[in-house]
């Protein structure tokens, strides 16, 4: 069964949506759309009724873009935050805080992690994949996610790491004036390899307004 992200574009690109139940990686370096990408992945599944979970390491919280919903909990490493679906956490303490709330609210079916770089550690590669790791088993199994990973400072090399444990691996980048996304990894697609223009009439008009 294949879940909708929200974004047109995307879910043909990824031949009707992303696996149920599945992990998937967004990367791409600061600015090229993957906290919007998380932000409308969630929003269509409160539009279906789905409880949903944004944890929030990177963002500025009244920058996100998200419907005030009762099926929504976020967790945010954000100190300016007094509201009453949203958990305040340290990058320390973070996995355990999403154990917990995950334990408590057993009916989610909608994750994003944005983003995962605060609690990896990049000078070691073991360690790296480790906590990734960690992190990925920390939000369990009974739910569709998405995790993004800020490649502004990685190498290629450690980047391409980071790819194994997901079955779908979404690339974003900019040239120029040119907004481009590649599937690295897909179970289900012919595109994996690609690198589309995203803002071409082939893909879909939708994304003229998509960065905006």
């Known amino acids: 069964m294949n879940v909708e992200t929200g974004i047109r574009w995307l879910d043909d690109l990824l031949g009707g949506g992303v696996k149920q139940n599945s992990s998937v990686l967004v990367r791409g370096i600061y600015g090229t759309g993957k906290t919007t990408i998380c932000s409308k992945f969630i929003n269509e599944g409160l539009k279906k009724k789905e409880d949903c979970l944004f944890i929030n390491t990177e963002t500025k919280h009244s920058q996100l873009k998200l419907k005030n919903n009762a099926k929504l909990t976020i967790i945010t490493t954000k100190k300016d935050v007094k509201e ?68 502004t400072k990685l190498t290629r090399e450690k980047s391409n790491i980071c790819n194994d444990p997901f079955q779908t691996v979404v690339e974003l980048s900019k040239e120029k004036n040119k907004h481009l996304c590649n599937i690295l990894q897909s179970e289900k697609t012919e595109m994996v390899g690609k690198v589309v223009n995203i803002d071409e009439d082939s893909v879909t008009r939708e994304v003229r307004s998509f960065f905006e």
């Open 84 to 151: 009453n679906n949203v958990i305040t956490t340290t990058n320390k303490n973070l996995l355990k805080k999403i154990k917990k709330t995950i334990y408590e609210h057993e009916n989610i079916t909608r994750i994003v992690f944005d983003t995962v770089n605060p609690i990896l550690r990049f000078n070691n590669i073991k360690s790296m994949t480790n906590k990734l790791e960690d992190a990925i088993a920390s939000l369990g199994k009974e739910n569709t996610k998405i995790i993004t990973l800020d490649t």
